[in-house]
């Protein structure tokens, strides 16, 4: 008789902000075992925030997460005072999901005086209220720098998930699967994540300085004939991606897409990666994202050459540790 | 003119009553009858102190500059440690929308240097923040003057809060004038969420530089018992706008005329001891069938100018049934005071000036602070409105 070594599914009971509603639908439609829960969100005259917890007396001793999304820093304070009160409404345990941890991604510590916000937001997070089940899990999807990981004190259990195997599961369905290179635009991307892809053939790509410019140049790996994607942690401006995109074509790649995990995308940048129904070629065969930044997932929808993974799947079986 | 409760030297507002002094001030003043006026008041206290204290109306807002005894004129015996103190240096950085108030400060004493912060943000929206000159705070004693108008504010300034006490500096405090949240919120579901407990312990997890917890200075909070949502490593400063709110009365012509209303039981436990000397009017809401209406409860406004006076004001109604009320029971003059003129949605805008005229129609003036600076922009030349600055208390209170 085989002993059964899957634990029995524990019942999660999920709220979720508002621009990640339908990210919470998806997740609730990957098990039976995760329901949603609704919060009332309104504000006062004054901008400040007026919240409700719907079934406040039903959670206790239930498992309960939610669903966060700091886009902005205007979204983050209404959000913190639901993620502060939950745990303390005697539930069994507490599990707070930030798929995209913000801040830090652009701010450099170089000097005394710069100040990092990324830490701010640690700092704060660390601070959530422990429930009955101890520490606040805090689940984060592909942390910009894996040292963030350490901004986190002993009163949150940070669980640094990615999306790289969602990825995966989509370069198998290609076509072309056989002939797949994967780039990374910077020996940082590769060391993140190249242990991830161990059965493609890779590319490293870097950046040198050319007198005042920067430039992009092949550093390791032959691209010609392939359809090589590039795969980063994120996306702001699609700088980068571009100059690695012209690099690689310039190399012979016959195709060229691009992954990323969050599509942050701001002012509207995704625009420069659109199909244009001009004849032109196709900079960008792919460009797949997943739907850890609300705004740009609604934005992209339907436009080529954008596809949305979802990371709902992955988030729920999250739930279950 | 007789002298009135002084900013202390050390200043709390629990401590004001044994200032309390008698002496006969030595008025010199310069009466510009055109349209601003001066008036300079020295008084000595208990301790054989002598402070200036100024009023300047016609500057926007109304500058009451409190100038402590300076060392020349300041007796032997009154070389004590509390004059010592008062020449401890603090490094003053604030956020854009208070600069104003942080030149007011700064201009209140030598003491008080104001230092910059680069406010600016990354094209994700997220805050790129430098603190300008960040070894040159080591050492010393740094405050930071913040004020949270909207969520959407909190989050950089919350940065600079975390990051200042952790550059060495010998001590740190936060000036909050207006500690927002917790104004319309009722616990009373389980399920209803306390944005103020949110606000408090966020505050309560600022970092401890050396030099010990972190200094909250708040004034008139808007519900007491507030204060206990903080922790232990930031010690809460709790100050009032009241003083700057009888220095004023006292410089009105009908000083002698004046009845103080408040609009709840609530107001009136919070502020009569402040001021003391007023004869009072307590209102209350009363209900009839649906509706709430505001009644008086003790008091007699007949022949009065009659100042309403509360912590804050948002909508403005409350305030207004208020003024009907006094209104109609023969207040001859109504004005108003809140430390914080909330004023969501230009809700300033149904409060009218008198102009001389019936009390129903209008006030005579609308007191504010400049602790909400979105609304001292709004509201600035416009009567009834005049804005008392708290200049003065907060370079006071950063001497503690």
Avoid at chain 2, 290 to 305: C, F, M, N, S, T
């Amino acid at each position: 008789m085989e002993i059964s070594t899957v634990k029995k599914n524990k019942q999660v009971l999920l709220y979720y902000c508002v621009e990640m509603e339908d990210v919470a639908h998806k997740i609730a439609s990957e098990s039976d075992s995760i329901l949603l829960h609704s919060i009332n969100w309104r504000s006062f005259a004054d901008g400040f925030p007026n919240l409700f917890i719907n079934n406040a007396h039903d959670i206790r001793g239930q498992h309960v997460a939610f669903l966060a999304s700091f886009s902005s820093p205007a979204v983050i304070f209404e959000q913190l005072s639901v993620i502060f009160a939950l745990p303390r409404l005697f539930v069994a345990s507490f599990t707070l999901v930030l798929p995209f941890f913000p801040t830090g991604t652009f701010e450099r510590m170089e000097e005394e005086g710069d100040v990092a916000t990324a830490f701010t937001m640690a700092r704060i997070i660390s601070n959530i209220p422990m429930s009955r089940g101890g520490p606040t899990s805090l689940v984060i999807y592909d942390i910009h720098a894996l040292q963030e990981r350490f901004y986190f004190g002993d009163n949150v259990l940070p669980l640094f998930e990615t999306g790289i195997p969602l990825l995966q599961r989509r370069l198998q369905l290609l076509p072309d699967s056989e002939n797949i290179v994967i780039a990374f635009p910077d020996d940082g991307a590769w060391k993140r994540f190249h242990k991830q892809l161990v059965h493609y053939p890779t590319v490293i790509c870097t950046k040198v300085r050319e007198g005042d410019k920067r430039i992009v140049r092949l550093k390791e790996g032959n691209p010609a004939g392939c359809h090589v994607v590039i795969v980063d942690d994120l996306v702001q401006s699609g700088g980068t991606l571009i100059e690695c995109q012209k690099v690689l074509a310039a190399h012979g790649a016959s195709k060229v897409s691009a992954y990323v995990t969050h599509g942050i995308f701001p002012k509207r940048s995704w625009e420069r990666f659109l199909h244009k129904n001009d004849g032109s070629e196709k900079a960008f065969t792919y460009f797949w994202t997943t739907d850890s930044c609300p705004h740009t997932v609604k934005a992209i929808a339907n436009k080529a050459p954008f596809e949305v993974i979802s990371l709902a799947g992955s988030i729920a079986d999250a739930l279950q540790i | 003119m007789s002298a009135t409760t002084p900013p202390p030297a050390l200043p709390s507002s629990q401590n004001t009553s044994n200032k309390l002094l008698n002496s006969i001030p030595i008025l010199s003043q310069s009466f510009n009858r055109k349209k601003d006026y001066s008036i300079r008041c020295e008084f000595e206290n208990n301790n054989s102190q002598r402070w200036t204290v100024g009023c300047v109306s016609g500057t926007d807002p109304i500058h009451i500059i409190l100038k402590p005894p300076s060392f020349p004129m300041a007796s032997a015996t009154a070389l004590s440690s509390s004059t010592v103190k008062n020449a401890k240096r603090v490094c003053l950085f604030y956020c854009n929308e208070m600069k104003d108030l942080a030149e007011r400060i700064a201009s209140q004493s030598d003491a008080i240097e104001l230092r910059s912060i680069t406010w600016r943000t990354f094209e994700d929206g997220f805050p790129n923040l430098f603190i300008s000159n960040a070894h040159g705070i080591r050492g010393q004693h740094v405050a930071f003057l913040a004020s949270f108008s909207s969520p959407g504010v909190i989050f950089e300034q919350l940065s600079v809060i975390y990051a200042l006490p952790k550059l060495f500096v010998s001590s740190f405090t936060l000036v909050l004038p207006f500690f927002p949240t917790g104004t319309s919120e009722r616990m009373e579901d389980e399920g209803d969420v306390a944005t103020a407990f949110t606000l408090a312990r966020i505050l309560s997890n600022t970092p401890v530089p050396r030099g010990g917890p972190t200094s909250l200075v708040i004034f008139d909070i808007h519900a007491l018992q507030e204060r206990f949502y903080f922790g232990d490593n930031i010690l809460p400063c709790f100050e009032s706008g009241i003083p700057l709110l009888l220095n004023r009365l006292q410089q009105l012509p009908d000083s002698d005329n004046i009845s103080l209303a408040f609009p709840d039981d609530g107001a009136w436990k919070r502020f009569h001891k402040q001021l003391q000397h007023f004869p009072m009017i307590v209102c209350a809401k009363v209900r009839e069938g649906d509706q709430r209406i505001v009644r008086i409860k003790e008091g007699d406004p007949a022949g009065r100018h009659v100042v309403i006076v509360d912590d804050l004001v948002q909508s403005g109604g409350t305030l207004t049934e208020c003024q009907k009320v006094l209104a109609r029971h023969g207040a001859q003059k109504i004005s108003a005071y809140v430390t914080h003129g909330i004023f969501p949605n230009r809700s300033w805008q149904r409060f009218n000036h008198d102009k001389g005229g019936s009390p129903e129609n209008g006030m005579t003036y609308f007191w504010i602070t400049d602790s909400c600076p979105r609304t001292v922009k709004e509201v600035k030349d416009k009567k009834p409105f005049e804005v008392l600055s708290l200049a003065a208390p907060i370079a006071a209170a950063l001497q503690i």
